[in-house]
């Protein structure tokens, strides 16, 4: 049974960071692509980062890129997302997901696993 667990979000002030974790059961945990979505309220779920199965390739909504990383640790069967130079506008529900198949890819429907989000708040 594959299981994402996500954790470290929190209240954090406007250009301040946060990193989150995304801990999965293990199961061919490096075969596939892993990514984070966020959803704020009242607003539909959107991509905000994907990593392939070997860490090589990522790919960035525009609206984090340059600010947010993703990486993982195969090793530790987790992924995560370093979130920097945070804004209001980030505040939201963050999920990790695990993908379908070992590339990295954007659409929501292209993951088949989900954490139950963990929320990050950026204050004023």
């Known amino acids: 049974q594959v299981q994402l667990v996500e954790s470290g979000g929190g209240l954090v002030q406007a250009g301040g960071s946060l990193r989150l974790s995304c801990a999965a059961s293990?199961?061919?945990?490096?075969?596939?692509?892993m990514g984070w979505f966020r959803q704020a309220p009242g607003k539909e779920r959107e991509f905000v980062a994907t990593?392939?199965?070997?860490?090589?390739?990522?790919r960035y909504a525009d609206s984090v890129k340059g600010r947010f990383i993703i990486f993982r640790d195969n090793a530790k069967n987790t992924v995560y997302l370093q979130m920097n130079s945070l804004k209001p506008e980030d505040t939201a529900i963050y999920y990790c997901?695990?993908?379908?198949?070992?590339?990295?890819?954007?659409?929501?429907?292209?993951?088949?696993?989900w954490g139950q989000g963990t929320q990050v708040t950026v204050s004023s």
């Open positions: 997901a695990r993908g379908t198949t070992s590339w990295a890819t954007t659409g929501l429907t292209s993951y088949n696993y």
């Open positions: 293990g199961r061919a945990f490096s075969s596939y692509a």
């Open positions: 990593i392939s199965w070997s860490g090589e390739g990522t």
